[in-house]
Antibody, heavy 117, light 111 residues
Framework: EVQLVESGEGLVQPGGSLRLSCAAS????????MSWVRQAPGKGLEWVSY????????YYADSVKGRFTISRDDAKSSLYLQMNSLRDEDTAVYYC??????????WGQGTLVTVSS | DTVMTQTPLSSPVTLGQPASISCRSS???????????LSWLHQRPGQPPRLLIY???NRFSGVPDRFSGSGAGTDFTLKISRVEAEDVGVYYC????????FGQGTKLEVK
C-alpha cells in the first residue's frame, strides 16, 4: 500500500524558516517524481514544486521561487521542502504527492504550516 | 499559466440522481506527446484530495464506474451517473500538460 506521511507542522513568524518532510513507503520511491501541493485554509489547491526521480529536474511555482527548496533522499525514501522567508500567504496545508508520468496519483494527509506574528 | 475554470461552483444534488461538472482550460491541453493531461480529483471534508480520473477518461484504481470523464482540447466534463452519499465534497479538475494548475473546485452537496 502506497503511504505518504508528511511532518514538520508548525507556527512560524513572517520571515522565518521551516522544513517539511515526507516519508514514503509501499513503492520504490527512487523511481518516481514527487511534488508538493498546498491548500490555504478554505481555499483551493496550488502546486508548489516538483522533483524528478533522479533529482535532475526541479520546478517551482513563481510564488515560491527563490524562497523554497525541494530535495529528496532516496536512501531514506523521503522528500523534503525547505521553506525560507515565509510570508503570511504561505499559510496552508502542504501535501506530498507522487507523480508518475504527469499524474498526481497518491496524496499524503498533509501538514499544516501557519505563518503569523 | 493555464487557467482552469469549473462550472458550477456549487451543485446541490439528490441521491440517486446524476451530476455533471464542467471544466474549461484557457489553452489546449493536448501535449506534444499526443496525450491530454486532464485529471479529476475528489476531496472530502478534512481529507486530502484523491485521484478519480486521469487523461480525460481513465478511472484510477478503485474508482467506481459511476464516475466518467469526457472531453477534448479545452472542454472537459466529469459525470456521476447516480450520486451516492460518499460522493459529497469538492471536485477539482487539474491539468499537467503545462506546469500544474487546478480549477477552483465544485462543491457537491446533497439537497
Amino acid at each position: 500500500e502506497v503511504q505518504l506521511v508528511e511532518s514538520g507542522e508548525g507556527l512560524v513568524q513572517p520571515g522565518g524558516s521551516l522544513r517539511l518532510s515526507c516519508a514514503a513507503s509501499g513503492f520504490t520511491f527512487s523511481s518516481y517524481g514527487m511534488s508538493w501541493v498546498r491548500q490555504a485554509p478554505g481555499k483551493g489547491l496550488e502546486w508548489v514544486s516538483y522533483i524528478s526521480s533522479s533529482s535532475s529536474t526541479i520546478y517551482y511555482a513563481d510564488s515560491v521561487k527563490g524562497r523554497f527548496t525541494i530535495s529528496r533522499d532516496d536512501a531514506k525514501s523521503s522528500l523534503y521542502l525547505q521553506m525560507n522567508s515565509l510570508r503570511d500567504e504561505d499559510t496552508a496545508v502542504y501535501y506530498c504527492v507522487r507523480n508518475p508520468e504527469r499524474l498526481f496519483d497518491y496524496w499524503g494527509q498533509g501538514t499544516l504550516v501557519t505563518v503569523s506574528s | 499559466d493555464t487557467v482552469m475554470t469549473q462550472t458550477p461552483l456549487s451543485s446541490p444534488v439528490t441521491l440517486g440522481q446524476p451530476a455533471s461538472i464542467s471544466c474549461r482550460s484557457s489553452q489546449s491541453l493536448v501535449h506534444s506527446d499526443g496525450n491530454t493531461y486532464l485529471s479529476w480529483l475528489h476531496q472530502r471534508p478534512g481529507q486530502p484530495p484523491r485521484l478519480l480520473i486521469y487523461k480525460i477518461s481513465n478511472r484510477f484504481s478503485g474508482v467506481p464506474d459511476r464516475f466518467s470523464g469526457s472531453g477534448a482540447g479545452t472542454d472537459f466534463t466529469l459525470k456521476i451517473s447516480r450520486v451516492e452519499a460518499e460522493d459529497v465534497g469538492v471536485y477539482y479538475c487539474m491539468q499537467t500538460t503545462q506546469f500544474p494548475t487546478f480549477g477552483q473546485g465544485t462543491k457537491l452537496e446533497v439537497k
